[in-house]
């Protein structure tokens, strides 16, 4: 029994690991890379992928908590991607803020008031930014909703990249079956 629960804590790790690194290490990829949704789709596929390997688990073999589990997991390093991303955007824009602070006269505290207020990056305008290339406007709820359809493609990636795998291992398996009768 605890050869099974350490082998379950492992496999978690891993997973949370490599979620974690994936989200993290996508920020740094240059834009060009990062199509939207596209991208979602590859970042779920790619994280199935390397934790099916360093797991050492065959998609045959997974079971359907383990499957759930990369699937909830590739939407959160699709979110942590975008978070991370969020985190960077939000320290350039208090830093620029902060410069431009420094150069307004002593005397103008409401001056300096008005300016903080129209520049407080949160995390819904860096969202509408984020996705300004899709004409969506102003709209922050559309703006929420693709990044929650982002979300839901990452965790597609990941369960289509098992599927695919499960029906290729499936194919091979059969196919040398038949040859060997």
């Not at 605890?2 to 994936?22: E, Q």
């Not at 994280?47 to 359907?64: E, M, V």
């Not at 383990?66 to 939407?75: E, K, N, P, T």
Request: charged share 20%.
């Amino acid at each position: 029994m605890s050869s099974v629960n350490s082998r379950t804590f492992r496999w978690l790790l891993i997973a949370l690991i490599s979620a974690l690194t994936i989200s993290l290490m996508s920020v740094w990829l240059p834009a060009g890379l990062k199509k939207i949704g596209l991208f979602s789709l590859a970042l779920g596929a790619g994280f199935a992928f390397i934790t099916s390997l360093l797991t050492g688990t065959k998609p045959q073999d997974l079971k359907r908590w383990q499957l759930i589990s990369l699937m909830i997991l590739a939407g959160g390093a699709e979110a942590g991607r975008t978070f991370e991303s969020y985190r960077i955007f939000h320290r350039a824009a208090e830093a620029q803020l902060k410069k431009q602070l420094e150069e307004l006269p002593a005397f103008a505290q409401e001056m300096r008031e008005e300016i903080t207020n129209q520049h407080s990056a949160v995390f819904v305008d860096y969202l509408v930014q984020k996705y300004s290339a899709l004409a969506i406007g102003d709209s922050s709820t559309l703006a929420c909703l693709i990044f929650a359809l982002e979300i839901i493609l990452a965790m597609g990636g990941a369960g289509g990249l098992i599927w695919i795998m499960k029906r290729q291992s499936a194919e091979t398996d059969s196919e040398s079956t038949g040859k060997t009768s």
